[in-house]
């Protein structure tokens, strides 16, 4: 009888969820002093890019930095654990179609973009931005771009097969009525945010929506680039 793994999640996101964790449980061993200057070292602070860079942590160096570090903080468990069940539900797909690699730039690429989306809204703002989110929707829209093709159910018997196949255009993506429906919410939930700071119970702070939508543009944009499946297809159709 074959046995089933008690955490049925891909290495690359299995570890990732615990280099999460570990971060989050090391700030807890930290003093209020040493937990806010690792805050503002690591944070993505889009003041920093102007007058304030020399009084922050990291001073001109973290400009190059944050935009990727301020994913690997939570401003608390809840944050960090909604961060992780969406990873777990979608970035496990992507990793088994991408392999840990490119898994990883898609999770770069998207906090990048979702920084720069928060800059263009907020320059010179010294609230600093944290959390996975927006590399996390970046694996969602990327995720999207395969998941929901015809006949593909995650989570379904033989769903690996299914996720392994070529995926369609993008212009396909959004007359697939399952894929247009996921995208529609999850754009509508990340406004709702931003016109309702307090719409997420225990909450501490306001919903940087700006990122999630610069993550998720990124990951829907980026997987073409990216995905081994369709530049095998490529390969076999020359």
Do not use: C
Not at 99 to 119: E, I, K
Request: charged share 10%; glycine share 8%.
């Amino acid at each position: 009888m074959q046995k089933t793994p008690a955490v049925n999640l891909p290495p690359v996101v299995l570890w990732f969820a615990l280099g999460l964790i570990a971060v989050h449980g090391l700030r807890h061993l930290l003093t209020e002093e040493q937990d806010l200057w690792l805050l503002l070292l690591l944070a993505f602070i889009p003041a920093r890019y102007v007058e304030l860079a020399a009084q922050l942590p990291g001073g001109i160096a973290a400009a190059f930095w944050s935009p990727a570090t301020y994913a690997l903080l939570h401003a608390d468990w809840v944050h960090l654990f909604v961060n992780l069940v969406w990873m777990a539900s979608f970035g496990s797909a992507l990793a088994r179609r991408f392999g840990s690699g490119r898994f990883l730039v898609v999770a770069l690429l998207a906090a990048v973009a979702g920084a720069a989306a928060h800059y263009v809204l907020h320059p010179g703002e010294a609230v600093p931005v944290i959390g996975a989110s927006a590399a996390v929707s970046g694996m969602m829209a990327a995720t999207a771009r395969f998941a929901f093709a015809p006949g593909v159910r995650l989570g379904a018997p033989g769903a690996m097969a299914r996720v392994r196949m070529p995926a369609e255009p993008l212009l396909a993506v959004f007359t697939n009525s399952r894929a247009l429906a996921f995208i529609l919410v999850w754009f509508a939930v990340n406004l709702l945010f931003a016109l309702n700071e307090g719409l997420i119970p225990g909450a501490s702070g306001p919903i940087a929506w700006e990122a999630h939508i610069g993550g998720f543009l990124a990951g829907l944009l980026a997987f073409p680039l990216l995905d081994p499946v369709g530049r095998a297809r490529d390969t076999l159709a020359k």
